[in-house]
């Protein structure tokens, strides 16, 4: 192969939920490297989920990972040169970019919200995204309508 394979990144679990995923979350929500803020915005949000969640009997760290499985997009589509006219191509997406790409839209369509801090900014689109409302499930509803409009060009795949 021409190509060398990306080594897959090993994510250190956060002190609270001992989970990688967590780490890996608080990474894309990180600005200008302060980690420890990131930490906090993210601690606050899941108690914020405790103090939102009703009946649920599910913790906060599992509305959240139901959260992101529901935000996260399954195809995309990719521009592609065929003869004069760029066409989109709708290609699937690796299990690594599914996660990233959801994450991505969690916390992009939380900081547009309206609530005043991003810790319950972040917590009400959670919440949304648990119970499949909210921006980021529009947002891969959209990605997703794109990829079926476009499913004629699926035979173009590189």
């Known amino acids: 192969m021409r190509k060398v394979r990306k080594k ?67 195809v995309e589509v990719r521009s592609r040169r065929m003869g004069g006219s760029n066409i989109q191509v709708p290609v699937p997406i690796s299990p690594n970019s599914k996660i990233t790409k959801s994450m991505k839209l969690l916390i992009s369509s939380s900081s547009i919200r309206n609530e005043k801090t991003m810790a319950n900014k972040l917590a009400y689109e959670i919440w949304d995204a648990f119970r499949e409302q909210g921006e980021a499930v529009k947002r891969k509803e959209n990605i997703h309508k794109m990829a079926e409009s476009n499913k004629a060009f699926s035979h173009f795949r590189f």
């Open 8 to 74: 897959e990144k090993v994510y250190l679990p956060d002190p609270k939920f001992n989970d990688p995923f967590v780490t890996r979350f608080v990474n894309h929500l990180m600005k200008n490297g302060k980690k420890n803020i990131a930490y906090k915005i993210f601690y606050n949000a899941m108690n914020k989920i405790d103090a939102i969640k009703e009946k649920e009997e599910k913790s906060a760290l599992d509305i959240w990972k139901e959260g992101l499985k529901n935000a996260m997009p399954h």
